[in-house]
């Protein structure tokens, strides 16, 4: 059930008993409340764990465009976190082609980098702000669909009226440690909310572990049942 953010605000100041039952927000605690619950959300962006399920992302591909960016005003419109596993889908054929995800050391030292191949077998993604950046390696020559199983995050909001709706449990993981959060401006919070502050963050990661990529070496896999894509260009 949706909470809007003045409820969770006031759901917190009410677990420190700074607020009793039917008291309002003044406009004072709600604005600094709005800003202590984007700083905790932002917090949670940081611990993949603390993100809800994972996010597939599309983008159509231009032939002979490896880079795209990520993000409003982007490419696309939303920004990853992180990349877990990305494929390019061959429509005509109905073939998907699994993508080896690398990181900036080994994009690095790929000398060639507007190397051309019909199918890419890399991607590297620079997780720049306010845009992301996925490069492409080699740059496919065909306009393919790029699929993205991404870590996204969690929203912050701008408006006390805005209307919280997240899978269950985030809510009251948020009450509670949004209490703790805010608590040295007003009274420390009792143990309990310590506790099931400390619980409801447990629950979540444990609820969203069960999620876990498998981790393949995609370079590896033979394109046809004979390509072994990743020795072409010295990867091992």
Do not use: C, H
């Not at 009793?20 to 600094?32: H, V, W």
């Not at 620079?126 to 199983?149: D, H, I, M, N, Q």
């Not at 209490?179 to 099931?196: F, G, K, L």
């Amino acid at each position: 059930m949706a909470e809007t953010v003045n409820e969770l605000i006031l759901g917190a100041l009410r677990k420190l008993k700074v607020k009793e039952a039917g008291e309002s927000l003044t406009a004072n605690e709600a604005a600094d409340g709005l800003v202590a619950l984007n700083d905790l959300l932002e917090e949670w962006n940081l611990q993949p764990l603390m993100q809800p399920a994972k996010t597939q992302l599309t983008q159509v591909l231009t032939a002979s465009d490896g880079t795209y960016t990520f993000g409003t005003g982007g490419d696309n419109s939303t920004r990853p976190v992180k990349i877990t596993k990305a494929f390019i889908r061959d429509s005509s054929n109905n073939i998907d082609y699994p993508l080896r995800i690398i990181g900036n050391e080994e994009y690095s030292m790929i000398t060639f980098k507007t190397t051309s191949s019909t199918y890419p077998f890399n991607l590297y993604y620079r997780a720049e702000y306010p845009l992301g950046v996925v490069e492409l390696f080699p740059v496919p020559t065909s306009g393919f669909t790029l699929y993205l199983e991404v870590q996204a995050a969690l929203s912050t909001y701008t408006s006390g009226t805005t209307s919280v709706d997240l899978p269950p449990g985030y809510l009251k993981a948020i009450k509670d440690n949004l209490a703790v959060q805010i608590s040295p401006e007003y009274r420390d919070p009792s143990p309990t909310t310590v506790a099931q502050a400390n619980n409801g963050i447990a629950w979540i990661k444990r609820m969203n572990s069960q999620d876990r990529v498998v981790m393949t070496n995609t370079a590896r896999l033979a394109v046809g049942g004979q390509v072994d894509t990743g020795s072409l260009f010295g990867v091992q």
